[in-house]
Nanobody
Framework: QVQLVESGGGKVLPGGSLRLSCAAS????????MGWYRQVPGLQRELVAD?????????NVAYSLKGRFTISRRDAENTVSLEMNDLKPEDTAVYYC??????????????WGQGTQVTVSS
């Protein structure tokens, strides 16, 4: 049974920081690109950042978020994290953890977490 469990969401003041974490189970973690997406009601889910798997994994952050958001992964712990700094009200959204199979028998598989709410408001 595959599970992606997010944690770390909440309410924060503008300019504040949050760290989201996603713990994966039931998958061979290193075979997956791990990512964070976000969605505002009425809008499409958008990529925030992802980190490819394998020995030469690379991180990628949406252009508009570079400098404020950082993604990291710990394959030994099956976790991926998103550090968010200088948060703005427009960052308010539900944030979802995503696992996308990249190698071997994981190729083509995709899994989502249930999402965690991030609210940036004074």
């Amino acid at each position: 049974q595959v599970q992606l469990v997010e944690s770390g969401g909440g309410k924060v003041l503008p300019g504040g920081s949050l760290r989201l974490s996603c713990a994966a189970s039931g998958i061979t973690f290193r075979l997956y690109t791990m990512g964070w997406y976000r969605q505002v009601p009425g809008l499409q889910r958008e990529l925030v950042a992802d980190f490819s798997g394998g020995a030469n994994g690379k991180s990628n952050v949406a252009y508009s978020l570079k400098g404020r958001f950082t993604i990291s992964r710990r394959d030994a712990e099956n976790t991926v994290s998103l550090e968010m700094n200088d948060l703005k009200p427009e960052d308010t959204a539900v944030y979802y953890c995503n696992a996308r199979g990249e190698f071997g028998n994981a190729y083509g598989q995709e899994w989502w977490g249930q999402g965690t709410q991030v609210t940036v408001s004074s």
